[in-house]
């Protein structure tokens, strides 16, 4: 995982998701939790990203 990732899954999470897993369901779970809550947008960001 490199900084630029680490950047993007705490200021846009959804497009640190869709740039690593495209704009599938981990774009739209990610983006659903991001709305919900930032916390929980970041935490899945960096579980996507790191998988």
């Known amino acids: 995982m ?8 705490i200021i ?3 497009v640190s998701v ?10 739209l779970i990610n983006l659903l939790l991001t709305i919900l809550g930032i916390i929980p947008g970041i935490i899945h960001a960096f ?3 790191s998988k």
């Open 18 to 27: 869709a740039l690593n897993k495209g704009l599938g369901k981990d774009f």
């Open 47 to 49: 579980y996507v990203t």
């Open 2 to 9: 490199g900084i630029i990732t680490i950047i993007l899954n």
């Open 12 to 14: 846009l999470p959804p």
